[in-house]
């Protein structure tokens, strides 16, 4: 379909303007303030004044299906990026996980068997080294040649996912060979398993204890240690959901010394505080992810570091697990409770009314965090994350004055329950297009089943 968006405030990473936008099939074949004069040649126009345009969004942080301390993760391909759609993201990353038995290239099998024919719109994914040897290592190049440009490495989970600084910088160095980033969760994994061991054997096993056994300090230790290695090791590192004041500052550091090192954050650090894991009737245990829910103070360090340029990106780490028969595996144990909570429905509203709305970012930072960076450091730009001739027709016409309240009754998440439940939206989308296609229109969910295409990436990394 050839169609014409007219009269929205067009809002990009740089700068807004009122203006058209011309999109032939799946692609924008022109931006400008006036295309009238495409009128006649058209299948049909969207009246878009009042709204705003933006890119579609990019979340590279998501987890789908995931298998995960005993239990597996309640969004799917298919409800996920239902989610996803809905709420204005038209291109998502996942983790593809391997077992510590598992090669790389399993892994990514498996991966993409859950993803076959189920997304709504374009993924991609990470790959995350769990374990490190040599034929590891040769696989990284293989995965790298299939177009996934980003590992990940988690200095938390041990005997799960952790993997120590020697294989962490060993993967630096060989994927500084090859372009592209490693990310990382950045926590102190030892530190964490003995408080939480000496909470237990104290008996302190509700939820209150969770957010106790990773304090600040061991997550600034572990994200200023992963961005040292990234510069011994000439290699870009991104710091993924950073929490708290000790984080940015490790960022900063390392970024005012002109290091390649980036920074991604999450609407749950920037909205709520660790006051939910003192909740009644074991609801903590629905906030309960790691790292954890931090104090407000941390909340306004995170809106400072992203105004200011410090914080690259807003991801979400949603990975959903239902209430009851789930989180209730903990309900005797903190240590138990499947960790993750859901965001990636509610990300682009969230940022809208609680940031730019309330003017802790402009509208243009709003875009650049959520749509144009993400695109940018992981090897999607400019087919991603921008509106221009050439770029992906994945669009959302943002309707700045829609009111609405997030609720599970309402929700896309095949999860029981939503950690925002109750929050005010004072935006939303009323168009979503997926490369062109009418994906979402006016609370319709309009999307395709199976049309998402796996991406494969370029190796960008930066900078930024
Ligand atoms: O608690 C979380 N964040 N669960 C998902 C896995 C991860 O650490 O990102
Ligand atoms: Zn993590
Ligand atoms: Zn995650």
Excluded at 428 to 448: M, Q
């Amino acid at each position: 379909m050839r169609f014409l968006i007219k009269g929205a405030r067009i809002v990009g990473p740089g700068e807004s303007f009122v203006g058209d936008c011309l999109v032939d099939g799946e692609t924008i074949s022109a931006v400008g303030t006036d295309l009238s004069n495409f009128r006649d040649s058209v299948d049909k126009v969207f009246n878009a004044r009042g709204k705003w345009l933006l890119p579609g969004a990019v979340d590279v942080h998501v987890h789908l299906e995931m298998p995960f301390m005993g239990t597996v993760s309640q969004d799917d391909y298919e409800s996920g990026t239902e989610c996803a759609v809905a709420g204005g993201t038209t291109s998502l990353i996942d983790f593809c996980l391997p077992a510590q038995d598992q090669t790389l290239t399993d892994a990514l099998a498996v991966w993409d068997e859950k993803a076959a024919n189920k997304a709504y719109c374009d993924y991609s994914y990470h790959m995350a080294i769990t374990h490190w040897d040599e034929s590891v290592k040769e696989e990284v190049k293989q995965i790298h040649a299939h177009g996934i440009t980003s590992f990940k490495v988690f200095t938390a989970y041990k005997g799960a996912l952790m993997i120590p600084d020697d294989a962490i910088f060993d993967l630096m160095q060989t994927v500084r060979k090859l372009g592209g980033l490693v990310t990382a969760h950045a926590v102190n994994g030892d530190v964490l398993n003995i408080k939480a061991a000496q909470f237990a054997s104290e008996g302190k096993l509700t939820t209150h204890y969770h957010p106790l056994c990773q304090p600040p300090v061991a997550e600034g230790e572990s994200t200023g240690r992963i961005l040292e290695l990234g510069q011994l090791a000439d290699q870009p590192a991104y710091i993924v959901h950073m929490t708290c004041r000790e984080a940015v500052e490790e960022l900063s550091r390392a970024r005012l010394k002109g290091w390649k090192s980036y920074g991604e954050t999450c609407p749950q650090y920037l909205l709520l505080d660790d006051s939910v894991y003192d909740l009644p009737n074991f609801e903590g245990a629905k906030y309960v992810l790691s790292p954890p829910i931090r104090k407000k103070h941390d909340q306004d360090a995170l809106w400072g570091a992203l105004a200011n340029g410090i914080v690259q990106t807003v991801g979400t780490d949603h990975v959903t697990f239902n209430f009851h028969g789930q989180k209730d595996l903990g309900k005797e144990d903190f240590r138990k409770i499947p960790n993750g909570l859901n965001g990636l429905e509610e990300r682009l509203s969230l940022l809208y009314t609680y940031g730019v709305a309330k003017g802790k970012i402009t509208e243009n930072r709003w875009v650049e965090v959520c749509c144009t960076n993400p695109a940018k450091l992981f090897g999607l730009y400019p087919k991603k994350g921008v509106i221009a001739p050439g770029s992906d027709a994945d669009l959302v016409i943002f309707d700045p004055q829609k009111n609405s309240t997030i609720s599970a009754q309402t929700h896309h998440s095949k999860c029981d329950s939503n950690v925002y439940e109750g929050f005010a939206l004072s935006g939303g989308p009323s168009h979503v297009f997926v490369r062109g296609h009418l994906s979402f229109e006016d609370g319709e969910f309009k999307g395709v089943r199976g049309r998402g295409k796996f991406l494969r990436r370029t190796a960008a990394g930066g900078p930024i």
